[in-house]
């Protein structure tokens, strides 16, 4: 009788995060008082992912890429950006002046983690933890304000990347079960060009992870 050669891998159908979609709460550590954030800042995070099984362990290594995005709301003040500046201002103004109000950026991202799961079998299943970094190119800088005049919505727009530094590099951890889990990112250097910006602003995020595939 022929014995059956079938495969028994413990790799044979596993999830290994190779997408990866983040939703976040967004924030400035450092700030001075001049900068009032107020609002839901939030972001949005999409990446690709390979996954490197370390052995037959329970951990493995994993890099991608994707967008990072992350959009700042201020309360009874405006950004000014223009290119005619030297440095990034933060101005009040009078209250309910602009009915909203944020600094909107957006990153093209490598991220980069070290991987812990409990079910080799299915990913899909069992407790996962990871740790890492994450490298990104500033691909985009912009304030948008809505306000009201004469009963009728006005959008302004002023889009500058000058005053940023122009990468962002961030530690990075995640934990949860199957195909979610709860980050979080903190900035490794300063937001704001050396003369630009307020100095030593640091962004952070937290939020929920889904991943799969």
């Not at 159908?13 to 939703?23: A, I």
């Not at 290594?61 to 950004?79: C, E, M, N, P, R």
Request: aromatic letters at 16%; one cysteine or more.
């Amino acid at each position: 009788m022929a014995q059956s050669n079938k495969s028994t891998s413990p790799y044979s159908k596993p999830s290994r995060d190779y997408f990866m979609f983040q939703l976040g709460y967004d924030g400035w550590s450092n700030t001075p008082d001049s900068v009032n954030i107020g609002g839901l800042s939030r972001s949005a995070n999409v990446y690709l992912c390979y996954d490197f099984p370390i052995k037959n362990s329970n951990f493995s290594f994993a890099a991608g890429a994707g967008i990072g995005t992350s959009g700042l709301f201020f309360q009874d003040q405006k950004v000014i950006i223009d290119d005619t500046l030297t440095q990034i201002q933060f101005v009040d103004v009078e209250e309910d002046t602009y009915k909203k109000f944020k600094y909107a950026l957006a990153y093209a991202e490598v991220p980069f983690e070290l991987r812990y799961f409990t079910n080799k079998q299915n990913r899909n299943k069992g407790f996962k933890a990871a740790i890492g970094l994450k490298v990104g190119a500033l691909i985009n800088a912009h304030t948008k304000g809505k306000r009201i005049y004469n009963n009728k919505p006005i959008w302004e727009k002023v889009s500058t990347r000058r005053f940023l530094e122009t990468y962002r590099a961030a530690g990075t951890l995640r934990m949860g079960y199957g195909n979610f889990s709860v980050y979080g990112a903190y900035h490794i250097n300063s937001l704001f060009r050396v003369g630009n910006g307020p100095e030593g602003v640091q962004p952070y995020s937290i939020g929920v992870c889904i991943s799969g595939l």
